[in-house]
């Protein structure tokens, strides 16, 4: 009688893991985080009261602190902050709505249950549930004045109900948060379409880099607002939807096959991450996402969500592990930097640049691209 001995789960990627991060822009680990601590966060959603935020409870946050995902994020990434908060992504299962969601469409209406595809930094101010009237820039202005602080005019003080603001910057030419890398640590099953995971554009990375460094060098503004990305979609049915991916990057994503709204406009199929209880999904920042509507589950999908960055960004300041706006601080406060470090300029550095971050990653990089060239050739 033989006795099968548990083996740790591994501390790094692969070679072909690190290949398919490169060209995927994701990758999913199986069994990462062990049952104990799987258990731990369970109990202490089950246990939490209404409108308790628990996302620094240690229960929460030793799913990367505690588990195999810290060495292989800091083998492939580099060293970063020990997240301190996370986003409890917990949603109940639903039914297809009539309300307008973020894209300024009915819920019912949106394929791939409701994937409102996105990159993550950009300001959400609650979306009018009725019809927009008036001019393009009245809709606008009332839509930024409908945020937290009210009516402070096109200004980057302006924050959103998910506290990220208008603008990162005094200057207003940075749009958009930005970190290294996700963490979707998954907590039940989501091992079939429909039960509410985070659905990724596969592959997507690659486009927004190379749109970021288009926006870089025609005018040096990132982000919505900056060149070929306006903020709002007045074609919309509610005349006033986010645009949430550059149309010159979902646009390499559609195809026959792609699913339209009844407007007749087609949208990127995502791929669904289908994961079970333990298993994690590490993604550039640079990959367009969502998360889906939890339609088919049998109970509330629970994802726990770390935004995590390379320290050599800003070497002194601490990413809590949850913002998608670093570079600021609470509900847009603004940062005291030292003298020469423009903390703007090295993030629109860092989403041109989207692998300089990724210090185990450069040989497999380098190889990688060696071969598109010679392809190319």
């Known amino acids: 009688m ?22 995927d822009g994701y990758i ?16 202490r959603i089950h246990t939490a009261k209404r409108g ?6 240690p229960a929460m946050t030793d799913l990367i602190n505690a588990s195999s995902i810290t060495p292989i994020l800091t083998e492939a ?18 039914e297809p709505g009539k309300h307008f969601n973020n894209l300024g469409y009915r819920d019912k209406d949106m394929p791939y249950y409701n994937a409102e595809t996105h990159m993550d930094g950009s300001l959400t101010i609650s979306i009018p549930q009725e019809v927009q009237e008036g001019t393009e820039e009245e809709i606008y202005k009332r839509y930024i004045a409908s945020g937290p602080k009210g009516d402070l005019g096109r200004s980057p003080d302006v924050i959103g109900h998910n506290m990220g603001p208008l603008f990162d910057d005094p200057e207003m ?9 996700f963490v979707f640590v998954c907590l039940n099953d989501q091992t079939v379409p429909g039960r509410g995971q985070t659905a990724l554009l596969r592959g997507a990375h690659h486009a927004t880099e190379k749109f970021f460094r288009w926006q870089y060098e025609t005018n040096g503004k990132l982000g919505p607002e900056g060149p070929g990305w306006p903020r709002l979609n007045h074609k919309a049915p509610n005349r006033c939807g986010l645009i949430y991916l550059p149309e010159a990057v979902r646009d390499q994503f559609i195809d026959e096959a792609s699913e339209s709204t009844p407007d007749g406009k087609k949208w990127p199929r995502p791929t669904q991450i289908l994961m079970d209880a333990g ?10 996402h969502s998360g889906t509507r939890n339609e088919l589950g049998t109970e509330s999908r629970k994802n726990m969500i770390f935004r995590i960055r390379n320290k ?63 392809s190319a050739t």
């Open 312 to 374: 050599k960004r800003q070497p002194d300041n601490v990413h809590n592990g949850i913002t998608d706006h670093p570079d600021r601080g609470t509900a847009g406060a603004w940062l005291e930097y030292e003298e020469g470090n423009n903390p703007w300029e090295r993030s629109k550095y860092a989403m041109c640049n989207m692998w300089d971050e990724w210090e185990g990653m450069r040989e497999v990089v380098a190889e990688e691209q060696l071969k598109e060239v010679s």
């Open 2 to 23: 033989s006795t099968e001995i548990a083996s740790d789960p591994p501390t790094t990627l692969t070679l072909d893991q690190k290949r398919s991060l490169y060209k």
């Open 173 to 181: 030419t940075l749009g958009l948060g930005s970190f290294t890398a």
């Open 77 to 94: 990434m580099g060293t970063f902050d020990p997240p301190v908060f996370c986003q409890v992504g917990v949603s109940k299962v639903r």
């Open 28 to 43: 999913v680990l199986r069994n990462a985080v062990s049952e104990k601590f799987v258990e731990a966060a369970l109990d």
């Open 52 to 57: 308790e935020n628990i996302g620094g409870e």
């Open 279 to 288: 298993d994690a999904c590490i993604t550039m920042y640079h990959i367009p």
